[in-house]
Every structure is written in C-alpha cells, then in structure tokens.
C-alpha cells in the first residue's frame, strides 16, 4: 500500500453523519510511542464538543491491549478507512497486539504527529490529545439490560475524551 502525507483540513469542512461514521466504517485507534505503538478497530465512540473543544469519545474495554498505551501516553489517533480496508478492520478487531505485530502484518506504517502514532495508510486521521479518562462502572449503567449484553464478563470500558489537534486527509 501506498504511503502518503496528510493534508490538514480544517474541522468546518469535514461533513459526516455522526451516527453512522464510527458505528458502520469503523476505525482505528492507536496510542503509543515512537519505539512501540498498537492499533484495534473500533465501532463505538462519538465526536463532539466539550470542555469548548471539538472532541473525540472513544470507549475502550480493560482487556484490551491498546488501553495499556492509551493510559501511558498524551494522545491517540483516530484512523478511517476505505472499504478495500474492511478485512484489515476486522483483523485489527479480532487479533491482540500481545500476539502479533498488527501494523507490520498488514503491511500498514505508523507516522507520528506530535509523537501521536497514526496508521499512514487511512483515508482521514483525527490527532486527538487526551483530556479524560473516565472508567464506566457497573454503578453508573442505568438501564440493567445493558449490563448483561455489554459487560457479562465484566470487562468494562473507560471512556476516553480526546481534543482533536488535527483532522488530516488524504
Ligand atoms: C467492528 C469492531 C468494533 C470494535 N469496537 C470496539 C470498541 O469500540 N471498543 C473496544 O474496546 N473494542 C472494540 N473491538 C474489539 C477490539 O478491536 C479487539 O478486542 C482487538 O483485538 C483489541 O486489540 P488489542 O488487544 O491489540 O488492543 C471491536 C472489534 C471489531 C471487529
């Protein structure tokens, strides 16, 4: 695949349906260094504003080995994809890190941005820099049947705020 720069869009530009962009295309998040980063799909999250700041919400499960860089480093990256890309997504989404070189075996680079991994290849990536990280406890869902579709294991999502520093496009 071919590796490119990203042009900066400005945010008014960028017109998406935010309840369909992350649940149906999917993304990428990766967080870590330049010397190690890691990359999973992801289907939930949200964009918006709080705080004053246009935002990214994404919600990460503990077991995952992405939270261990998310909770170590500043940012992460938000990376959209074409649907050529679908069966990387779901490898992305179906295979640990802990076990594989995911970016390497997908023929995929990281880039950085302010030390910010992200995958090179995607169509659109959003620099986000970390501004929350808010565990979701059993105690704050609701509505019970969420529970146990969601969280049988326990397994439980921290909710991450990132600031968008740059949208970038190809
Ligand atoms: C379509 C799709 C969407 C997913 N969405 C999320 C998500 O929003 N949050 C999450 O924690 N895991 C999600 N996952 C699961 C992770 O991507 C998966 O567990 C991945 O293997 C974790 O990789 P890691 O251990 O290298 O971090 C999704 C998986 C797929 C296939």
Known sequence: ML???????????????????ISEDWM??????????????????????????DVVFIFVRESRYTKEFLDKTDGFSCTFFGKENRAMLKYFGSVSGRNEDKV???????????????????????????????????????????????????DYHTMYVGGVIQLGAR
């Open 104 to 154: 390497a075996n997908a023929k995929m680079h990281y880039d950085y941005i302010d030390g910010i991994p992200y995958i090179n290849e995607a169509d659109t990536v959003l620099i986000c820099k970390k501004l929350a990280a808010v565990p979701i406890e059993k105690e704050h869902i609701l509505l019970p049947g969420l529970l146990s579709v969601n969280y049988p294991k326990g």
């Open 3 to 21: 590796q490119h720069v990203f042009q900066p869009v400005p945010l008014d530009l960028y017109e998406i349906n935010p309840f369909r962009k």
């Open 28 to 53: 990428v998040i990766s967080a870590g260094t330049e010397e190690k980063a890691n990359s999973m799909t992801a289907s939930w999250g949200g964009m918006g504003t709080l705080w004053n700041e």
